[in-house]
Nanobody
Framework: QVQLVESGGGLVQAGGSLRLSCAAS????????GSWYRQAPGKQRELVAA???????NYSDSAKGRFTISRDNAKNTMYLQMSSLKPEDTAVYYC???????????????WGQGTQVSVSS
């Protein structure tokens, strides 16, 4: 019933920018905390950015200063604006909604299908 559709990934050169989108349906979007994760081959999935129901944001050290997470509740959509991209940002990026309000909490979380981001040097 809950569906998250991600888009915006692609191939970019180092220093370039991409904006990822996550369109949600089947849930009251505004009541969910949101987050973006990424997973590179052979590596653990890592949290890169999170946004609360009230709009407060947090970033990983690697994302801080380069990435911006935002949400548009009227459009049921969450975004990740990525700038100054580096080859080490190459990964599959996943969006997640957390009805409990805690992106790291136990219980139900909803995941998107992932979108590939590849950054070349």
């Amino acid at each position: 019933q809950v569906q998250l559709v991600e888009s915006g990934g692609g191939l970019v050169q180092a220093g370039g920018s991409l904006r990822l989108s996550c369109a949600a349906s089947g849930t009251i979007f505004s009541l969910n905390a949101g987050s973006w994760y990424r997973q590179a081959p052979g590596k653990q999935r890592e949290l890169v950015a999170a946004i609360t129901r009230g709009g407060s944001t947090n970033y990983s050290d690697s994302a801080k200063g380069r990435f911006t997470i935002s949400r548009d509740n009227a459009k049921n959509t969450m975004y990740l604006q990525m700038s100054s991209l580096k080859p080490e940002d190459t990964a599959v990026y996943y969006c997640k909604l957390s009805p409990g309000g805690d992106v790291s909490g136990s219980g139900v979380h909803y995941w998107g299908q992932g979108t590939q981001v590849s950054v070349s040097s």
